[in-house]
């Protein structure tokens, strides 16, 4: 390959300024010499040597794309891997039927021979000795797939300056597959690939029995024959679609005697259905070489290049007259079409390859996200491949695939949207206001082709509703700690502090005792800041009612209205603080516990010397406390099923529905109990 860049084309002159350059024979040339021509311009290229008496040089050679000596790249890697082999091969390009060289290329060896067939020159032989190899633009159809199972394929890619082989395995109903060349070998049935073992087991394998084992019923052998017309006309008209095996079941099912009844019935319906398809199949083939006239007549390769495929998929076989015309007219037209103009066709039809692969991605991808109706970061890859493949696919996607696409890309536009997490057990009891899914019911998609079934999660928004109420409940928490921290202030503000004797002086004691005393009055330090925190362990019970509540304004010997939902009850079994803390600084109510205080002073200071820690005399148990009353009584401990649940505002001694109970109505009852004891 001679280089196409002038600087690239100096180092060649360098490289090879010992070496001289021929015009090939086996390339169709004229075997003169040639030499190189250099150019800024254009492209570089090899230039016969001028004729000496000036008259201009005449060579047979046409073609000087890369693919025409794909015929020598195909005998130089056959030779090598043939070679591998233990094999020496010969090789022979043939020119049958006036063919040009190059068209065909003989590979013999001592067990085997192929003919490689690199263009439509020559049709294929198929039942002889020389396994046929086809080039990717000579056509098979679908009837000689069925029958042989698979035929052979070669291509060559460009790797820098050489062409690489690869042989490929196209079988009916499945797609081609392409292999190394070292990745074949020759066997008994000939030229295998990895695909043809797997055909052939899958061919080879026994059909599995429809029918349990015993003794099976005698069927008449005129109708077990019918039968089995009627399902070969089905196979042949819904999975091949072979107009010549349609004919040919047809016929053979009229010609078919002694079916009478129902079964005669099906026959006949059947082979009229099939002759109406085959109508059918005939004005589209019709069509389609109407199409192929047309394109050649407007002069559009790349058209008459994918009619031309499709004639040859379909309508390989049985041409009258006229359609062998306008199928030789176009094979004479697009193979006398220049390398510039084939290289830019193949690019097209690679370019719609592409497309069409990057439609089957697109409805793949759609299919894969039918289970969601939100934008996630989990889903972020295939959304990006979505919208390059649709890009790509452009106008071959419908216009409901199309507008699924932009919905999917919308929702890219946005961040994706983090799936909040929180249990099944508490998002089921809301109703979703995305879904308008009812209490205990799962959230269904809203959008989509799946629309209305159920999704995996639950929305966020009603999830959201959850979170919500729990970050409501922890303020209210805080502002309740908040409260209960500035009541215990304002209570030890209250306290009066003890009177201390100017002249007295505490006698002195050991460290020890000292540090007890210590403990002992900030554990007294302690209760007292609790004690001051309960105000109605302050106020005597009778006076609780005494005075008018300024805050929900109960009048004397009223109960409080209960609005801060304390307890179940409407009205509130302990007054409002603030009525509390009214009646504690009221100035007609005597000071309880004045004279005790007095006299505990008095007796501590006439108590004999406390004895030391280590010889102090065991702690009498406490008492028990006599079990009180619990109907309206301030110190009792409340139940979960004894409050109403915050929740689902079930009464109470009633069960949470849909079962169990909240864990909202149990902290609830806690919290109750706690501010009963304080």
């Not at 002038?6 to 180092?11: F, K, P, Q, R, Y």
């Not at 060559?156 to 081609?176: C, D, K, M, Y």
């Not at 082709?449 to 409940?473: I, T, V, W, Y």
């Amino acid at each position: 390959m001679l280089p196409m860049e002038a600087i690239e084309l100096d180092s060649f002159r360098r490289v090879h300024e010992d070496d001289t350059f021929w015009c090939g024979t086996l390339l169709g040339g004229c075997g003169g010499q040639l030499t190189t021509k250099l150019y800024t311009d254009r492209a570089c290229h090899f230039a016969h040597y001028p004729d000496p008496a000036g008259l201009p040089h005449v060579c047979g050679r046409r073609s000087r794309g890369v693919d025409s000596a794909d015929h020598l790249y195909v005998r130089s890697a056959a030779a090598a891997w043939l070679a591998g082999c233990g094999e020496q091969a010969t090789f022979d390009y043939t020119r049958t039927e006036g063919a040009p060289i190059g068209s065909i290329v003989d590979v013999r060896w001592r067990h085997g021979a192929l003919r490689v067939h690199l263009d439509q020159a020559v049709a294929p032989v198929w039942d002889c000795a020389v396994e046929p190899v086809l080039g990717t633009m000579v056509p098979v159809d679908r009837d000689t797939l069925i029958r042989r199972w698979y035929v052979h394929r070669i291509r060559l890619n460009s790797v820098g300056t050489a062409r690489h082989v690869q042989i490929g395995t196209e079988a009916f109903a499945r797609p081609i597959e392409w292999f190394a060349l070292d990745e074949c070998e020759m066997t008994e049935r000939g030229l295998s690939t990895p695909a043809i073992e797997k055909i052939v087991q899958a061919r080879t394998a026994p059909r599995p029995s429809l029918w349990s084992p015993g003794k099976a019923r005698k069927v008449a052998e005129p109708e077990a024959r019918a039968r089995a017309l009627l399902r070969r006309l089905v196979y042949a008209r819904s999975r091949i679609e072979s107009v010549p095996v349609v004919k040919q079941v047809c016929a053979d099912i009229e010609n078919l005697t002694d079916v009478d009844g129902e079964l005669q019935e099906q026959l006949e319906t059947a082979v009229r259905y099939a002759r109406a398809w085959l109508v059918e199949q005939g004005e589209e083939r019709r069509k389609l070489f109407d199409n192929l006239n047309k394109a050649v007549a407007e002069q559009k390769p790349g058209r008459v290049r994918r009619l031309l495929m499709c004639v040859n998929a379909t309508a390989a076989e049985d041409h009258t007259d006229a359609e062998s015309a306008v199928y030789e007219r176009a094979t004479t037209y697009f193979e006398s079409l220049d390398d510039l103009i084939r290289d830019a066709v193949e690019a097209e039809a690679d370019t719609e390859k592409a497309a069409h692969r990057a439609a089957a991605r697109v409805r793949n991808a759609l299919q894969r996200l039918r289970g969601y109706d939100a934008y996630t970061p989990n889903l972020r890859s295939q959304v990006e491949e979505l919208a390059r493949s649709a890009v790509l696919a452009g106008e071959l996607l419908t216009r409901v695939e199309a507008r699924r696409v932009e919905v999917w890309k919308k929702r890219a536009a946005r961040r994706p949207q983090d799936q909040l997490r929180v249990a099944r057990r508490y998002w089921i009891q809301r109703s979703c206001p995305r879904c308008n899914a009812q209490q205990g019911k799962a959230c269904v998609l809203v959008e989509g082709p799946n629309s209305g079934k159920p999704r995996k999660d639950g929305h966020n928004e009603r999830m959201q509703l959850e979170l919500d109420e729990r970050k409501a409940a922890r303020e209210l928490a805080r502002q309740q700690k908040k409260a209960r921290q500035e009541v215990e202030a304002s209570a030890e503000r209250m306290q009066p502090a003890p009177e201390a004797h100017e002249n007295e002086v505490s006698p002195a004691r050991p460290l020890q005792e000292q540090r007890l005393q210590s403990g002992r009055k900030g554990q007294a330090h302690e209760a007292r800041v609790k004690a001051a925190a309960r105000l109605h362990h302050q106020v005597p019970r009778g006076d609780w009612y005494r005075m008018t509540c300024p805050r929900c304004y109960a009048g004397p010997d009223k109960l409080c209205e209960n609005d801060d939902r304390v307890g179940p009850s409407a009205k509130r079994q302990l007054p409002h603080d603030e009525r509390l803390r009214r009646v504690l600084e009221s100035s007609d109510r005597s000071v309880p516990g004045k004279h005790q205080r007095g006299a505990r002073e008095e007796r501590r200071h006439q108590a004999p010397p406390p004895v030391r820690a280590e010889a102090r005399l065991p702690r009498p148990r406490r008492r028990e406390r006599e079990p009180q009353e619990t109907a309206g009584s301030a110190a009792r401990t409340w139940h979960a099923k004894e409050v109403t649940c915050p929740k689902c505002q079930v009464g109470p001694d009633l069960p949470c529905v849909p079962r169990g109970l909240h864990h909202e109505r149990v902290e609830w009852a806690k919290e109750f109990t706690r501010k009963l004891w304080g």
